[in-house]
């Protein structure tokens, strides 16, 4: 008995051990550039908009359009997540494709509910400080928008398949592919003359197209070979209690940004603040875009190499901290801010100055989301969610104060309050995590 414990102990060990540091490296990075890659898709939008006459109102009324869109595509984009890790079997598929379009049918109908009645004037005009002679546009724009969701969550659902089988080269793929037909579109809008607002989101909404239909393609295709009709029943609860705990995770992580602006809004300079607030968060958000899927890795991978996946993981977590390191202590980060974001003398020194204080960030997010996954595995999405609130009261708090006492700081003061935050969401995450992992010690040792 003994003899036969300690062979099927090493053979799991082998199977473990199997996986290498160079798969490790072909799941994570193509999953990592398709999420950088992903932003250029905005580049290419505002670039064709900056192009038609009086491109400030065209690219005004696009940003207020895909602002809101951003926003109810919150609860569309969690399906990548819910799928990668509920789905076992073709039926369990069909259930939260069910669930999903009980979803997208909710959303699109509030969504044309507001698009109808008065309640659109007082949210393009009041919340987001729209000019009345913009809300037609914006309107018209919107509603483009809104046929996205359906491709988003198709697209997302399908690509859970995707990366539940290792396959995440495809998301690469299917992005660089996204971005061609985009550029391709963008191209064709200039030469015949026609860039509006309503334009960006036909480009928007063709690229998600795209990507869905190959998203589609794939993921049926890996359905077929991998899946079995049914291995255990997934209920409607089951799917709930992961799902909406996740949901309303990102909504927070979505107003964050909104919050600081406010706040930021009565220091010294108010321009200079919030520009370079703004500079420098968009400039970390692009270094810790690649480090969006992290928690798939921890899906994926982790039950069969937690050592190998920790020691992975480790080195790479800290680039986006040693690139910001660089930027902001060499030449280098002068040289960037001037000549690739546009800044003038005052503003690049000032948004340097604000980007040391997001280095905390860049080093604390990628654990975050690592552990994060652990807790999607658990299924203990409701955990994430109260350190996700942790976090908000930490910003809040920490703004309020910062601005109060120290105004001269300006937009400092809004990326201290941002790597405060994740800083408390982390040792949240950590102290739920290692509550988990001794419960289930001592449950394994009952």
Known sequence: ?????????????????????????????????????????????????????????????????????????????????????????????????????????????LSMLMSFTPLEDWVYIRLFNAHENMVTTISTTFKVTVLVIIFSGIRGIYQGIIIKQLATQWLSIMVVIRLFAMFLASYLFVLFGYVTSMTGAWIFLIGMMIECLISVWKGKELLKTHYPEKRKELKNKEIANFYFPLVFYFVIQTILIPVIYVFLAQSNEIELSIASFALAYSI???????????????????????????????????????????????????????????????LSLATLAVLKFFIIKTLVFPWVDFLNGFLMLQRMTRRMLAAQIGNMLVVCVSVFLLVALYPQLNGINGALAASLGELTGLLIVIAIVMHAVKGKRSLASD
């Not at 905005?42 to 109102?57: K, M």
């Not at 069969?304 to 930027?327: D, G, Y």
């Open 284 to 346: 970390t958000i692009m270094l810790l875009s690649f480090f969006m899927y992290t928690h798939q890795l921890v899906l994926q991978l982790y039950q069969k190499n937690k050592r190998k996946v920790i020691i992975f993981f480790t080195p790479v977590s800290l680039l986006p901290a040693i690139s910001l390191i660089i930027l902001c202590y060499t030449p280098a980060g002068f040289w960037f801010m001037e000549t690739v974001m546009g800044a003038d003398e005052s």
């Open 1 to 109: 008995m003994i003899k036969k414990g300690l062979k099927e102990g090493n053979q799991m060990g082998a199977r473990e051990n199997q996986f290498t540091y160079r798969e490790l490296a072909a799941f994570f990075v193509p999953l990592g550039f398709s999420a950088s890659l992903t932003s250029i898709t905005h580049v290419i939008i505002n670039g064709t908009l900056s192009r038609g006459e009086d491109a400030a109102f065209i690219i005004a009324c696009y940003a207020v359009a895909i602002s809101l869109f951003g926003i109810i595509e919150r609860p569309i984009i969690v399906f990548r997540q819910t799928c990668s890790t509920l789905v076992k079997d073709i039926t369990a598929f069909k259930k939260l494709n069910k669930f999903m379009f009980i979803v997208i049918g909710i959303i699109i109908a």
